[in-house]
T-cell receptor, first 108, second 115 residues
Framework: QKEVEQNSGPLSVPEGAIASLNCTYS??????FFWYRQYSGKSPELIMS????GDKEDGRFTAQLNKASQYVSLLIRDSQPSDSATYLC????????FGKGTRLHILP | DTEVTQTPKHLVMGMTNKKSLKCEQH?????MYWYKQKAKKPPELMFV???????INESVPSRFSPECPNSSLLNLHLHALQPEDSALYLC??????????????FGSGTRLTVV
């Protein structure tokens, strides 16, 4: 199993709906997890971090971590066209390891 | 100051040129990183510096030579590159390599084209 796996998408979601992004990981990157947003041609921007089981909310974003099932997810409520980007899931042990990213497209 | 500043933003170089990429942060971070990112791919780690010492080299070819002159600066020296080295080069920093609960802050990147 690769260390961090994501569906590459694209994931198309209507404006105003909830976008759900998922990621699974191996034992090697089990310390903490991050979601980065990357617009085309730009650098990654950290939007959420999580290291405890359960949910963590920040504005329209909710990160969820389930260590027993080894998955982490990101929910985006009230999706906006400006949320259209690639979302990189990352796990960290001694270094951050990125998944391949999921392209999200919010349909106006 | 919560930024990582990279210069130049764009660089075109020939295969026989020598050039350098620069990265600067003033957040007091003691770990700095170089990543390479090709189109539609995730960032790939190249080098890690911890307290100004090289701690990880991900088997990067010697035509890439990193340097950390002080805790705020990170350079990447380029020599005899190949066209396939064209990519977005990202610098990042974090508080310390051992503090795993913290993510990295990325600079805006240098878009490198090798001709």
């Amino acid at each position: 199993q690769k260390e961090v796996e994501q569906n590459s998408g694209p994931l198309s979601v209507p404006e105003g709906a909830i976008a759900s992004l998922n990621c699974t990981y191996s034992d090697r990157v089990s310390q903490s997890f991050f979601w980065y947003r990357q617009y085309s041609g730009k650098s990654p921007e950290l939007i959420m971090s999580i290291y405890s089981n359960g949910d963590k909310e920040d504005g329209r974003f909710t990160a969820q971590l389930n260590k027993a099932s080894q998955y982490v997810s990101l929910l985006i409520r009230d999706s906006q066209p400006s949320d259209s980007a690639t979302y990189l899931c990352a796990g960290r042990d001694d270094k951050i390891i990125f998944g391949k990213g999921t392209r999200l497209h919010i349909l106006p | 100051d919560t930024e990582v500043t990279q210069t130049p933003k764009h660089l075109v170089m020939g295969m026989t040129n020598k050039k350098s990429l620069k990265c600067e942060q003033h957040m007091g971070h003691r770990a700095m990183y170089w990543y390479k990112q090709k189109a539609k791919k995730p960032p790939e780690l190249m080098f890690v510096y911890s307290y100004e010492k090289l701690s990880i080299n991900e088997s990067v070819p010697s035509r890439f030579s990193p340097e950390c002159p002080n805790s705020s600066l990170l350079n990447l020296h380029l020599h005899a590159l190949q066209p396939e080295d064209s990519a977005l080069y990202l610098c990042a920093s974090s508080q310390e390599t051992g503090l795993v609960l913290y993510g990295y802050t990325f600079g805006s990147g240098t878009r490198l084209t090798v001709v």
